[in-house]
């Protein structure tokens, strides 16, 4: 269960295709709420803005980490999952294990899921049935 949308108060899909996460806030929203802003926004002629937060939106890959690493400065726990799997997908498995077990601690499912993943596959950790 990812929640409800924070904009429409319907629940998010369990299809992560069907809803978007942006940096800015670290917030999860559905894709017909994003639509909807973007069409908002074409409409009245303004720059692409986060529906939730309206801070500008990204462009580049260095921007995201840097939104991302000011996140984490700021205890968001889906900023540190985000971070570790990031980590992870390059391979970095001993740091990609700092950054889930405390989005894990701060109550991130996803986290709890990667890490388990990381115990099941022995990836940067001994491979462990119990933590598991």
């Known amino acids: 269960y990812f929640g409800d949308c924070p904009i429409c108060c319907l629940p998010l899909s369990l299809d ?3 809803s978007t996460i942006m940096m800015c806030c670290s917030k999860m929203f559905c ?3 994003g639509r909807t802003n973007a069409m908002r926004e074409k409409e009245v002629g303004s720059d692409h803005r986060c529906p939730f937060c309206r801070k500008p939106a990204l462009a580049t890959a260095k ?3 840097t ?3 000011e996140r ?3 205890n968001d726990p889906v900023a540190m ?3 570790g799997i990031v980590r992870h997908n390059k391979g970095d498995y001993s ?7 405390k989005a894990a601690e701060l109550g991130d499912a996803e986290a709890h899921c990667q ?8 990836e940067g950790v001994e491979k462990d049935k119990g933590k598991e």
Do not use: D, V
């Not at 740091?95 to 077990?101: D, H, K, M, N, V």
């Not at 890490?115 to 022995?122: E, I, K, R, T």
């Open 81 to 83: 999952r985000q971070e």
């Open 72 to 74: 984490i400065q700021a």
């Open 95 to 101: 740091s990609a294990f700092e950054y889930l077990p």
């Open 63 to 65: 921007e995201w980490a």
């Open 16 to 18: 992560t295709k069907k």
């Open 67 to 69: 939104r991302r690493i």
């Open 115 to 122: 890490l388990a993943a990381m115990y099941l596959n022995g």
């Open 31 to 33: 894709n017909g709420c």
